[in-house]
């Protein structure tokens, strides 16, 4: 027997006959089948949990609501207000707040004006040193229309009259309607009920409505007292985005200073995080020559990227806030900017390098090939073929930035703050800390306000996220 004659027996002897064969290939087919499954389950399991997450956000965010009307409108007038023209619904301004001048001032101040407290507080104390601050001064700088016969009087010192006309003539018929509706028969939320919950045990409800009259009769001392029929409410309202937060009635809440704080915050922290980031990826990838100190460099920044947030929080406070007190103004918009760009730093980096180390080394070559530098073929080759993978790095770090809000409590977010980050060196709060303040409020009806925050969170995160799609896949189309 030759050599590979006797090769081959030793190896037929070794391979499965036929009936081997087949329950090998059965066993590895169902081996196969139960891993489909297994992976099918994950993502059904996923999507379901998705889609609970979004009902209990949605089921709070639309709910019915019962409200009690603190001033009966059937006693201002003989009619029902929305049939009362402007003259009449100003005669029930001016009836209501006869007494109450300080009162209307305010509203006006607020409602007409738009006057910050710092505002207000400058007029009065120009008042206090006997400047007379005029209404043809405040309203005309603020462009709004004033009584002529009022222009040259002190705006403190008008009459509960002229303070009704100043907002007769700046305002529309609805929107008198409106301030009418809210300023003096001050409707109150005093039940409200997830949408599912009210659709499936109205019984229940219709019980919960009788018990909320009746507090409300013995509270007052008035057996008239009576609530509304449950109405659907939608709480992601428009004054939700253009308001500032109100933590006495949830219906007056609103999270534009949040709203702006996040914003800035994060585009502060992109601005500085991603420069960074590309540029230490590039330098690792691209320059370095190997050796001891890059595997250093390289181990500390995968480390980094699973290091606990508030971990980042602490450096940050001992190094913005404290020993960069000078540069940063302590506890503020630039101070939790900049933490915040050490913690998604690592996420930009890691991604940025396997986006560079993805890139063909052909392209390199053939850069070199035509006589380009290191740095010429980095810049107008390397960078823009890595870079959709550079983005969707970056998207993954915003998304982690905008919701964190453990490392922005120990910077120095406020919980609740009423004037607008004027600059980086502004104090501020965040999206995710004011809806954390929603939900720890006694009242029931916060909890709605914030799950309408959530969304308005997710829908600026999935707008930021979308404007990076869109970059990334402009220069796909380019690298091709």
Same mark, same amino acid.
């Given at each position: 027997m030759s050599v590979?004659?006797?090769?081959?027996?030793?190896?037929?002897?070794?391979?499965?006959?036929?009936?081997?064969?087949?329950?090998?290939?059965?066993?590895?087919?169902?081996q196969a089948k139960f891993w489909e499954y297994v992976f099918l389950a994950s993502i059904i399991l996923a999507i379901v949990s998705l889609l609970m997450l979004f009902f209990s956000i949605i089921r709070q965010t639309f709910s019915y609501v019962v409200v009690y009307n603190q001033v009966n409108p059937d006693t201002l007038a003989d009619k029902p207000l929305e049939e009362l023209s402007s003259d009449e619904l100003t005669a029930v301004i001016i009836t209501f707040?006869?007494?109450?001048?300080?009162?209307?001032?305010t509203?006006?101040?607020?409602?007409?004006?738009?006057?910050?407290s710092s505002d207000q507080q400058a007029i009065r104390d120009r008042e206090r040193a006997k400047e007379t601050v005029t209404v043809k001064e405040i309203a005309g700088d603020k462009n709004k229309e004033y009584p002529a016969e009022s222009a040259e009087k002190s705006i403190i010192r008008l009459t509960v009259p002229e303070y009704a006309q100043f907002i007769q003539l700046?305002?529309?018929?609805?929107?008198?309607?409106?301030?009418?509706?809210?300023?003096?028969?001050?409707?109150?939320?005093?039940?409200?009920?997830?949408?599912d919950e009210y659709l499936l045990d109205r019984d229940s409800i219709d019980a919960d409505?009788?018990?909320?009259?009746?507090?409300?009769?013995?509270?007052?001392?008035?057996?008239?007292?009576?609530?509304?029929?449950?109405?659907?409410?939608?709480?992601?309202?428009?004054?939700? *985005?253009? +308001?500032? /937060?109100?933590?006495? %009635?949830?219906?007056?809440?609103?999270?534009? =200073?949040?709203? &702006?704080?996040? !914003?800035?915050?994060?585009?502060?922290?992109i601005l500085v995080a991603l420069p960074l980031g590309v540029g230490a990826a590039i330098y690792l990838e691209e320059y370095a020559q190997g050796g001891w100190m890059e595997r250093l460099i390289q181990t500390n920044i995968d480390n980094l990227a699973g290091v606990p947030s508030i971990?980042?929080?602490?450096?940050?406070?001992?190094?913005?806030?404290? *020993?960069? +007190?000078? /540069?940063?103004?302590? %506890?503020?918009?630039?101070?939790?900017?900049? =933490?915040?760009? &050490?913690?998604? !730093?690592?996420?930009?980096?890691?991604n940025a390098q396997e986006a560079i180390r993805s890139v063909p080394d052909?392209?390199?070559?053939?850069?070199?090939?035509?006589?380009?530098?290191?740095?010429?073929t980095v810049w107008n080759h390397v960078l823009p073929n890595a870079m959709p993978g550079i983005l969707t790095g970056t998207i993954l770090a915003i998304?982690?930035?905008?919701?964190?809000?453990?490392?922005?409590?120990?910077?120095?977010?406020?919980?609740?703050?009423?004037?607008?980050?004027s600059g980086p060196l502004s104090r501020y709060t965040v999206l995710p800390l004011q809806i954390y303040a929603l939900i720890t409020q006694p009242q029931a009806q916060f909890r709605n306000v914030a799950a309408a925050g959530i969304l308005l969170l997710l829908a600026i995160l999935l707008s930021l996220n979308a404007a990076a799609v869109i970059l990334r896949n402009r220069f796909s189309k380019r690298a091709v």
């Open positions: 590979s004659e006797n090769t081959t027996a030793s190896t037929t002897q070794y391979l499965p006959n036929e009936e081997q064969l087949q329950k090998n290939i059965a066993r590895r087919n169902r707040y006869q007494s109450d001048a300080n009162d209307l001032r509203l006006v101040f607020n409602e007409v004006l738009g006057l910050s700046n305002f529309d018929d609805d929107a008198l309607y409106d301030f009418v509706v809210e300023y003096v028969v001050q409707p109150l939320i005093v039940g409200s009920w997830p949408l409505i009788i018990q909320i009259e009746d507090q409300l009769r013995e509270i007052n001392d008035d057996p008239s007292i009576e609530v509304s029929e449950p109405k659907l409410r939608s709480w992601l309202q428009w004054h939700l *985005i253009v +308001d500032t /937060i109100d933590l006495s %009635r949830p219906e007056d809440a609103g999270l534009r =200073t949040a709203i &702006l704080g996040s !914003l800035m915050m994060i585009s502060i922290t971990i980042y929080g602490i450096l940050g406070l001992a190094l913005f806030v404290r *020993i960069l +007190d000078d /540069i940063t103004q302590g %506890r503020t918009i630039l101070s939790a900017a900049l =933490t915040m760009a &050490l913690l998604i !730093l690592p996420v930009i980096i890691i052909s392209l390199r070559q053939a850069s070199y090939g035509i006589g380009s530098t290191k740095w010429q998304s982690r930035a905008f919701g964190e809000t453990a490392v922005l409590v120990v910077v120095g977010s406020i919980t609740r703050i009423t004037v607008d980050p």
